[in-house]
């Protein structure tokens, strides 16, 4: 149908959910009765993140994810509108990527602030 795409949830036994294009994921999903977490509703908080592994989505309106987090498929599904059929991965247990975990995988001194990474003046 026109004006509608398809979501289907990877990680909810491919659960599939037909969508109006141009309202935000959080909302036509939870209206079907998915299970999301949310926050600020407005893209800020990245409570709503999920995983797009195939499939375009228009997240214009975000400002919380970085560079590195939209290049591993994250959207935030509050402001998310899908532009084509899309697969998701959501919950929690789709965050495995979205955090980067200083102890395992320290920052590079190139990526520390200036005034972190210069030794101090004596
Ligand atoms: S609910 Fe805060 S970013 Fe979506």
Do not use: W
Request: proline content about 7%; charged content about 20%; hydrophobic content about 35%.
């Amino acid at each position: 149908m026109s004006g509608t795409r398809t979501i289907t949830i990877a990680n909810r036994g491919g659960a599939a959910y037909s969508v109006a294009e141009r309202r935000p994921l959080l909302d036509t999903l939870r209206e079907q009765g998915v299970d999301l977490p949310y926050g600020c509703r407005y893209g800020g908080c990245i409570t709503c993140a999920a995983r797009l592994t195939a499939g375009t989505i228009d997240q214009r309106r975000q400002v919380a994810l970085n560079n590195r987090q939209l290049a591993n498929g994250y959207v935030l599904l509050c402001v998310a509108r899908p532009v084509t059929d899309c697969v998701l991965e959501i919950g929690v247990e789709s965050h495995g990527l979205l955090y980067r975990n200083p102890f395992l995988d320290p920052l590079a001194p190139h990526e520390l602030k200036p005034a972190i990474a210069r030794p101090k003046e004596p």
